[in-house]
């Protein structure tokens, strides 16, 4: 079993920053491929960013240069740095972990946007 939890939601003002993360624990696995997806309210949820054991990222269309995400490997834990926030970021972003054996998600953190 995998453990997956996401942090660094908060409150924050257009054009500000936020990084959040998105920790993997749990007895022996090996984590391939890291997504994050968000929902904002009245939204499914969408895809934002993927990232692969190798580092190799792929954004979705909307992130528009404003997203990075990337991963430590020895630490299971992956990021998702997001400038320039808008206030249509408001979401709750969550973490999806792939190991070889299965897919596990984490709670979410909950981003606002607002002035």
């Known amino acids: 079993q995998v453990h997956v939890v996401e942090s660094g939601g908060g409150l924050a003002q257009p054009g500000g920053s936020l990084r959040l993360s998105c920790a993997a624990s749990g007895n022996r696995f090996d984590v391939t491929v890291v997504t994050w997806f968000r929902q904002a309210p009245g939204k499914q949820r969408e895809l934002v960013a993927t990232?692969?054991?190798?580092?190799?990222?792929n954004y979705a269309d909307f992130t528009k240069g404003r997203f990075t995400i990337s991963r430590d490997n020895a630490e299971n834990t992956a990021y998702l740095q997001i400038n320039s926030l808008k206030l249509e970021d408001t979401a709750v972003y969550y973490c999806?972990?792939?190991?070889?054996?299965?897919?596990?998600w984490g709670q979410g953190t909950r981003v606002t946007v607002s002035l």
């Open positions: 999806r972990i792939q190991t070889r054996a299965d897919f596990y």
């Open positions: 990232i692969t054991g190798g580092g190799r990222a």
